[in-house]
């Protein structure tokens, strides 16, 4: 069975400060890795995912990710954020199946 | 592209009622919708997954008659809270999966909030 681990549930944060959201997950086999991103009462948006390849993933709005094997970690990071940032953050896991399973989420706090 | 809809996105009912959510994606064919619930600060918690024209395929702990299930076509799946009671009201959200090759993205709707009273 697969299981996804956000040690964090709230990461506060100054406006323009750099930001680490931790993700580790458990699989004895090969999965793919996404990070969702959900605003107040929204569903959730894609904000980039790991299927294959580089193991450097990155987001258009200046998100990045990083898919470490030997770690089983998938760690979301953005240099500099926003206030428009402010949400929760979820990384999800599946195994060649349309199923994810989720993490319990970080909540990202923008401060200006 | 890959648009999901969900209606109503707010519902207030009284206790003992039913109440159905439609999810539908707009401009493609899903061959697989998810639903899933999410409790206030807590993650999304899968509750069954349908695909069209087969029953659903409910997660251990789910009560299939309480939540009703129906995928009747390619872009429309529908969730019926049955005989609903406070402990029903949550977020509710779907997803819905075009199906097509070894990954299949999910596209999730704005999802929908249930009260009962």
């Known amino acids: 069975a697969q299981s996804v681990t956000q040690l964090d549930s709230q990461v506060p944060v100054f406006e323009e400060a750099p930001v680490e959201l931790r993700c580790n997950y458990s699989s004895s086999v090969s999965v793919y890795l996404f990070w969702y991103v959900q605003y107040p009462n929204q569903g959730l948006q894609l904000l980039l995912k790991y299927l294959s390849g580089s193991t450097l993933v990155e987001s258009i709005n200046g998100f990045e990710a990083e898919f470490n094997k030997s770690q089983t970690s998938f760690h979301l990071r953005k240099p500099s954020v926003h206030i428009s940032d402010t949400a929760e953050y979820f990384c999800?896991?599946?195994?060649?199946?349309?199923?994810?399973?989720f993490g319990t989420g970080t909540r990202l706090q923008v401060f200006p | 592209g890959a648009v999901v809809s969900q209606h109503p996105s707010r519902v207030i009912c009284k206790s003992g009622t039913s109440v159905k959510i439609e999810c539908r994606s707009l401009?493609?064919?899903?061959?697989?919708m998810f639903w899933y619930r999410q409790f206030p600060k807590q993650s999304l918690m899968l509750m069954a997954t349908s695909n069209e024209g087969s029953k659903a395929t409910y997660e251990q702990g789910v009560e299939k008659d309480k939540f009703l299930i129906n995928h009747a076509s390619l872009t429309l799946s529908t969730l019926t809270v049955t005989s609903a009671h406070p402990e029903d009201s949550s977020f509710y959200i779907c997803s819905a999966s075009p199906g097509q090759g070894r990954y299949n993205e999910q596209f999730f709707g704005p999802g929908t909030r249930l009260t009962v009273l």
């Open positions: 401009d493609f064919q899903a061959t697989t």
């Open positions: 999800a896991v599946s195994v060649h199946t349309d199923k994810l399973i």
